[in-house]
């Protein structure tokens, strides 16, 4: 027998388990499909921003690894130092298992059904059912939330082609001596200069580190990311090191044109909703679940509304952030002298914005360029 659906989220990661909790708090009939066994291993740094956080209707504790309210950026070569302190956390450190195991619990508490160990296998459209092929069986449903990843085929089989901008970041999991974890474990930090038109971080969690390297402006040519992550590491003063785990992986930014047609809606990473300037998405996976979940239940089984609907959040709340965000991206990575300048003159203030905007308390300044041109007309 085929099982019918009103929604099956296709993914059990940050976009997909908050899609198929809002829908079964509304009381939607929600199958929440995952190609793994949860819980399972997730490639990622873990860095939940407040405004993330504050999204979230329930207890994340036993997910969570550490908390920063403080938060150090390091530029010029090293040479620079800025940072920025709230009493909030700015940003949650979680291990992607547990928290995405804790996130599809909660759906379904809400009411949701979880397959995990469930495979995508083929997906046809239809005027009223759409209907998915998947390694435990058959399935019907008037909607799909495709929330498979980076590297999810739900898009590409539901006709969508390849629009967004993925960029290349490595990450190690390691264990390095009680003297270093000592002195790197009490502060979550930023690095500009440790990889050309990128990044580097050090995020210290329970008993390790997580650090990583990762290029946020697309450059031609191989960025050597092992290279440039092993020497990140010695610029940290890390020399013994127990290397548990490293993984490539890449970051979707630069949405695709259309994120919902046919009553399919794309979310998180599958629609490429990462911050073009920090590459952080979680907090953009869970807000696009939470706005895919609310266009379905108030499109009321109205295709063309749904659309609009999630359309609508996205180019209201999502899209100005998003330009705003590319174009200082474009600054940052591809200005390393005039970004240095900028920090040096007014580093704290700058700091200060880039906190706001993590906590949820601001917004990148839509009229970005002006700005800028401003700020390096006091340079000079």
């Known amino acids: 027998m085929v099982e019918k659906w009103d929604a099956v989220v296709v993914g059990a990661g940050p976009a ?26 997730k490639v990622c740094g873990g860095g939940l921003v407040y405004r993330g956080r504050r999204l979230l209707p329930f207890d994340i504790t036993p997910a969570v690894e550490r908390e920063f309210g403080h938060i150090a950026m390091y530029y010029d070569q090293y040479r620079g130092r800025l940072e920025a302190q709230r009493d909030a956390p700015a940003v949650t450190l979680v291990m992607r298992d547990a928290f995405d195991h804790l996130l599809a619990r909660e759906a379904v508490r809400a009411g949701a059904v979880l397959r995990d160990g469930c495979a ?55 264990r390095v001596p009680d003297a270093d974890f000592a002195r790197l474990s009490g502060e979550l930090r ?18 390790h580190l997580s650090i990583g390297v990762g290029v946020f402006q697309k450059r031609g040519g191989s ?24 993984h490539g992986y890449v970051i979707p930014v630069g949405p695709m044109p259309v994120l ?40 009321a089984g109205d295709a063309a509304q749904t659309e609009r609907l999630y359309q609508a959040h996205l180019e209201e709340h999502f899209m100005p952030q998003y330009r705003a965000a590319r174009t200082l991206a474009s600054w940052c990575y591809g200005q390393p002298r005039i970004r240095d300048a900028l920090l040096r003159h007014f580093g704290p203030r700058l700091a200060g914005r880039t906190m706001d905007v993590f906590m949820g308390e601001g917004t990148y300044p839509l009229h970005i360029r002006k700005v800028i041109s401003g700020l390096i007309r006091q340079l000079w």
Not at 133 to 154: I, K, N, Q, S
Not at 225 to 244: I, S
């Open 190 to 207: 930023f690095d500009f200069d440790s990889i050309p038109h990128g990044y580097g971080w050090n995020f210290p969690k329970q008993g």
């Open 223 to 246: 960025p050597g990311l092992k290279q440039h992550c092993l020497r990140y590491a010695q610029v940290l003063g890390v020399k013994d090191m127990d290397l548990q785990q490293m």
């Open 16 to 41: 997909g388990t908050m899609a198929a909790h809002r829908l079964a708090e509304a009381g939607m009939r929600v199958a929440l499909i995952e190609k793994e066994r949860l819980p399972r291993s």
């Open 260 to 299: 919902a047609r046919q009553r399919v809606l794309l979310t998180g990473d599958a629609a490429g909703l990462a911050d073009p300037l920090t590459a952080e998405g979680i907090s953009q996976a869970l807000q696009s679940g939470i706005w895919a979940a609310e266009a379905i239940v108030q499109g």
């Open 120 to 174: 995508l296998e083929g997906l046809e459209l239809g005027a009223e059912w759409h209907r998915l092929h998947t390694t435990a069986g058959v399935m019907e449903t008037r909607h799909v939330v495709a929330a498979d990843g980076a590297r999810g085929p739900t898009a590409r089989w539901a006709g969508w082609s390849e629009s967004r901008t993925l960029l290349p970041a490595i990450e190690c999991e390691v």
